[in-house]
């Protein structure tokens, strides 16, 4: 029976893909569903992409382990989400699709060409991270061995990107979400009647301290104020009204949410100890804990999450690899050679899916290098900063080459090389304006 729920909700994915293909019209909607997405679509996009199956699973798990410090997740998304508010006027005045060319006019087409290099690069690990929470769902659901429910997750999400691009997520995005949240909160309201103990650790623990969340804030919540695929969903609204009632909307939900979250892998760490667990939470509840109707609703709430994810990571790595070889995404070629990388990119998510099965420290180190190599040269560029190509491209190279090797070797040495590769990468950025003071002062 589950087999052909599972399969039923498979194909229904598909054919929304399908249906949206037949009505493509050209760049435009391919790859900013026409421009025309509403305060709706786009807040259920945003919030949709933002609690993907990494993040769901990702956060509940570490709250299990770490308290109420899991509530940070879904927090520092909002608080990157509200840092994006100001500059939304800013970046109305740009035409770009997506991040690279917004790059590109900052600072000229190397950069445009380096930013369409790294950010792909770095999304395969996000997306591998979708298919490894869709994986450990499958092969649950319908007793299936982790590498088949890995090969058929990505198989599905390739086909669905490949098929209707921007205008089949924005379509779906919503209702994914409002299975998202049926799910969630459907089990957090179980454990809450269940009765038992919720009293886990504080958000600032042993575990989890305020160097710790200052390190989150800078390669996570900067990922919201910065970020391929948040921008991708801005730059479908229709107008910047919506775009702003959208983001605030996201905000009022996500705050709330982050607390549920973190009270689903407090209630279970409280009620049944730290060691009882080995896998997920929610996969834990599922099997121990929740009826069949909610074990249902959780399930597909978590396959929505997933889809919504790793629909919008992958169609952005692919199109912003696809800006190396075209000159940009209005040209004729764009969508063919857009789904070519979506059929590569998917295959290598695939495999990298296929060797790791950790999801939460996959999609962090992807966001460390992306954030560290990024954010600032982006963040000064929609300021108004310019600075010749030479400073912007050592500054990405270097801020993520740092935070790759910060991310790697961990702990505190770790932390203090990633705080090290914004600032190196600001000085970069800025060593024009030093030279011009040096020289004026001489």
Do not use: H
Not at 60 to 74: E, Q
Not at 265 to 288: I, P, T
Request: hydrophobic share 50%; aromatic share 12%; charged share 10%.
């Amino acid at each position: 029976m589950n087999q052909l729920i599972l399969s039923l909700y498979f194909f229904i994915v598909i054919f929304i893909g399908y249906s949206s293909y037949k009505k493509i019209r050209g760049s435009r909607d391919y790859f900013v569903a026409g421009k025309e997405a509403g305060v709706r679509e786009i807040a259920g996009s945003l919030l949709a992409t933002v609690l993907g199956s990494s993040a769901i699973i990702g956060s509940i798990n570490f709250s299990y382990i770490n308290g109420w410090a899991g509530s940070w997740f879904m927090l520092c998304a909002a608080l990157g989400l509200l840092g994006l508010l100001p500059l939304i006027d800013k970046l109305n005045k740009y035409k770009s699709y997506n991040l690279p060319e917004l790059m590109g006019e900052f600072y000229g087409n190397e950069v445009k060409t380096l930013s369409s290099t790294i950010i792909p690069i770095a999304w395969i690990g996000i997306v591998a991270a979708q298919i490894m929470g869709s994986a450990k769902i499958v092969s649950i659901f319908v007793d299936m061995n982790y590498s088949t429910a890995v090969i058929i997750s990505g198989l599905v999400f390739i086909a669905y990107t490949f098929l209707g691009g921007q205008l089949s997520i924005i379509k779906t995005d919503f209702i994914q979400f409002l299975f998202i949240i049926a799910g969630v909160i459907l089990c957090f309201a179980y454990t809450l009647k269940g009765g038992g103990n919720m009293k886990g650790i504080g958000m600032i623990n042993e575990n989890f301290n305020s160097l710790d969340l200052f390190i989150m804030i800078l390669t996570y919540s900067s990922t919201f104020l910065v970020g391929p695929d948040i921008y991708s969903r801005i730059f479908c609204a229709k107008d910047e009204k919506t775009a702003k009632q959208a983001i605030k909307l996201s905000i009022i939900i996500l705050i709330p949410l982050g607390f549920i979250l973190a009270g689903i892998g407090v209630y279970v760490s409280s009620n049944y100890g730290v060691d009882v667990v080995k896998g997920s939470v929610l996969m834990f509840l599922a099997d121990k804990v929740l009826p069949q109707p909610i074990v249902i609703l959780l399930y597909f709430g978590l396959l929505s999450a997933v889809i919504s994810s790793a629909d919008t990571t992958l169609l952005t790595a692919s199109s912003t690899f696809a800006q190396i070889f075209i000159k940009d995404l209005r040209d004729e070629n764009a969508i063919r050679l857009t789904r070519v990388f979506i059929l590569i990119f998917g295959l290598f998510s695939i495999l990298v899916a296929l060797q790791f099965t950790f999801i939460l420290p996959t999609l962090l180190l992807a966001l460390a290098v992306y954030s560290g190599a990024f954010i600032v040269p982006c963040l000064s560029g929609i300021l108004g900063y310019r600075c010749e190509k030479k400073y912007a491209l050592s500054g990405i190279l270097v801020g993520g080459g740092l935070a790759l090797y910060g991310k790697l070797m961990g702990g505190s040495t770790g932390n203090i090389i990633i705080i090290s590769s914004f600032l190196i990468n600001l000085i970069i950025l800025i060593i024009p304006k030093l030279k011009k003071s040096i020289d004026a002062n001489s």
